[in-house]
């Protein structure tokens, strides 16, 4: 049964319900009809580099995007603000379909997860680089899963996300400012912090676990969720950790949700939301390239093919500010997208147990 979202409305949004009460967060009404996604092949293909391997140049260029998009009209679909917007719309049930009672973006918790956070950082990085008029910008990733005693740059908050007053934000766990590495099974209280060799085994350990173990479709992207069903309870593997981990860990722990990452209707409001996504997206990609069997030939590890799967459609407003109408099914390869990861030594694919 396939699903057909052609009737969707940005009217159907409404408050969200955020564990910090009714967040207005929905997006500006588009003043043009919905289009619908084609893939791009004019664009020249991007590079996603690690954070702690940035030039000088590009992070100047990287900050000047956000100073623009930061600088754009409130009411600008593609203003920062307005971006972040959109985490909470989609992730805390702005949009529901009334008639199903299906939460139509259910970015979280379920088999969305991984393609519905690709799309949002394809138009935010789309919108950035035609900010600054560069079509080859790619958004960096933060390397937080990079376990090198020898170079612990990675594991750590990368320093320009506390230097730039653009890249800054207030609610962030300053005890986990650096030098201190990114725990990556983190838990609120969870005792004294142990030292950095440890932290990294444990990190190891964890990525091997949640990526190299996770060899069906279900545990790695989460649990199937279609029209009709109720709220969503099946995460995957690397959503529950590190994803979900890393964000409370930067969020401030004197916040009641550990905001601004630490909870969904602000979780964007942090510049390094997005980095820390652009991590999560990259790993998408390992997994695709590990083997689902443990002995014999290579079998690859799969994708849903459940058509309430690959034609669930989302809405996003592009860099033109156009709203757009993308499916699951176009997103499942970041070369079709127009961009691809830099190659980086993964540590943990190695680090059994
Ligand atoms: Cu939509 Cu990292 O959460």
Not at 29 to 47: E, G
Not at 295 to 308: A, Q
């Amino acid at each position: 049964r396939p699903i057909d979202n052609g009737t969707i409305d940005l009217e159907w949004c409404t408050q969200a319900e955020t564990p910090a009460g009714k967040v207005g967060c929905c997006p500006p009404r588009s003043k043009t009809p919905v289009v619908d996604f084609v893939h791009n092949t004019q664009l020249p293909s991007r590079l996603r580099q690690p954070v702690h391997l940035l030039s000088s140049d590009y992070i100047a260029k990287y900050i000047r995007a956000y100073e623009l998009m930061k600088a754009l009209p409130p009411d600008d679909p593609r203003n920062f603000d307005q971006q972040a917007n959109i985490h909470c719309a989609y992730c805390d049930g702005a949009f529901l379909e009334t008639e199903t009672g299906w939460c139509l973006t259910g970015g979280h918790r379920n088999w969305f997860f991984f393609p519905w956070h690709r799309w949002f950082l394809y138009f935010h990085e789309r919108i950035l680089a035609s900010l600054i008029e560069d079509d080859t910008f790619a958004l960096p990733f933060w390397n937080w899963d990079n376990q090198f005693a020898s170079d612990p740059l990675p594991n750590v908050i990368p320093q320009m996300y506390l230097t730039n007053p653009v890249l800054f934000d207030d609610f962030r766990n300053p005890d986990h400012f650096p030098p201190r590495l990114a725990d990556l099974n983190f838990v609120p209280g969870d005792g004294a912090p142990i030292s950095d060799s440890k932290q990294r085994e444990e990190n190891n350990a964890l990525m091997y676990k949640q990526l190299v173990n996770a060899r069906t479709t279900r545990l790695f992207y989460g649990k199937e969720y279609h029209p009709g069903d109720s709220k969503p309870d099946g995460l995957g593997t690397i959503e529950s950790a590190p994803h979900n981990t890393v964000h409370k860990w930067t969020g401030s722990s004197a916040k009641p949700h550990f905001e601004d990452m630490g909870v969904f209707y602000s979780a964007a409001r942090d510049p390094i939301f997005y980095p820390h996504h652009a991590n999560l997206d990259r790993l998408w990609t390992v997994w695709k390239t590990l083997p689902r069997n443990r002995k014999g030939p290579f079998r690859p590890r799969r994708d849903y093919k459940d058509l309430d799967w690959l034609n669930a459609t989302f809405l996003f407003y592009d860099e033109k500010r156009r709203l757009v109408r993308v499916r699951v099914r176009d997103a499942l390869k970041t070369e079709q997208l127009g961009y691809r990861y830099q190659d980086i030594h993964n540590a943990w694919v190695t680090a059994r147990p």
